[in-house]
């Protein structure tokens, strides 16, 4: 039986904050298998690039992905994720904050979408708000953009991120048209009054045909795994993701992918205390288990894959004799 757990964002995108942040943090069990493990073939890459690639799937086309779970009975057509985001006016810049990291009602979703809809009807643009963050856009045709995942924006200056393309300088004007929109809309001034981030705009990314026509493959026998775009995979596979359970004991005796996500949800809330904790609770629910398990023989080996560090081990009972080989962590000097 081989698990293969996939570790995704286990790099901070700030190097020298990153540095502090696990100057000092030990996680023995990961550190063992990484450094007594085999190193296999990888390179430092997105998580999305990497899901592509282990599905098969070339681009990623995220909305029509999700949408098999959001939209299953959506109209056939080009659809992108317009997903909804909360701005921060800097000294010189805007910099964007995912709707994942702040509460947002159904109710608000819709009252903003149904304005949407109003602005930009004669464009035969179409928005639904599908669930209160997951927001997607139905245009007349592809509209050969380039654009980068939301979560890849989170924190980060919207500038250089902006879509490309032919047309990019119409979205970017739709971009503005929105932000005027939502700036003296009725939603946000409740919001506001709440003490909530206002809705300031939508991100626009992961465009593709829906339905689907390709259909992903799926990289082993079972998959275990919280994060939704994983799940969409998995379905449009027609195989259903399993959910993560609380400790390693709960998987399947088969094998099986794991996606452990904790590390993308405080990343997503541009929290460093919360993702070093994040890593600490995996080693204590996750790594140790595992380790053990490995070195009784309940389980053949364990793959890691960390594709934004570029890194890809397998571990298996010989790592118990390997006593010259010492402990490796994710990131560098470590």
């Not at 799926?218 to 027609?238: E, H, M, Y």
């Not at 894959?305 to 962590?329: C, Q, T």
Request: include cysteine; aromatic fraction near 8%.
């Amino acid at each position: 039986m081989r698990y293969h757990l996939v570790i995704p964002h286990g790099i901070w995108p700030d190097a020298e904050l990153q540095s502090q942040i696990t100057a000092d943090l030990k996680l023995p069990a990961l550190g063992q298998m990484l450094g007594r493990g085999q190193s296999l073939p990888a390179r430092a890459q997105s998580w999305h690039d990497w899901l592509a690639e282990r599905f098969e799937v070339p681009g990623l086309p995220v909305a029509p992905l999700t949408m098999g779970v959001d939209l299953p009975d959506a109209e056939p057509g080009y659809w992108l994720r317009a997903d909804p985001v909360h701005l921060h006016v800097g000294r010189d810049q805007l910099s964007l904050q995912d709707g994942h990291s702040f509460p947002i009602s159904q109710a608000d979703a819709d009252g903003l979408v149904h304005s949407l809809n109003q602005l930009f009807s004669e464009d035969g643009y179409h928005f639904v708000a599908a669930t209160p963050q997951h927001w997607y856009l139905r245009v007349p045709q592809d509209p050969r953009l380039i654009c980068t995942p939301v979560d890849t924006v989170n924190g980060r200056n919207i500038d250089p991120f902006l879509p490309k393309g032919p047309d990019a300088l119409q979205w970017h004007r739709a971009l503005n048209e929105i932000q005027m929109l939502f700036y003296t809309h009725p939603v946000n001034d409740a919001r506001e009054a709440r003490g909530e981030p206002p809705i300031s705009s939508v991100w626009f990314w992961g465009g593709g045909q829906w339905p689907l026509s390709r259909t992903p493959v799926l990289p082993t026998a079972r998959v275990v795994a919280d994060d939704p775009l994983v799940q969409a995979l998995a379905r449009a596979a027609r195989v259903q993701a399993d959910p993560l359970p609380a400790r390693m004991e709960g998987l399947p005796a088969q094998d099986t992918m794991i996606v452990l996500s904790a590390l993308g949800t405080e990343l997503v809330a541009n929290d460093p205390q919360g993702w070093r904790d994040a890593w600490q609770k995996l080693e204590l629910t996750w790594f140790a288990p595992l380790l053990e398990s490995l070195k009784s023989g309940r389980i053949n080996s364990v793959a890691f894959s960390l594709p934004e560090a570029g890194l890809a081990v397998e571990a298996d009972r010989s790592l118990r004799w390997k006593f010259w080989k010492g402990s490796r962590l994710p990131w560098p000097n470590r």
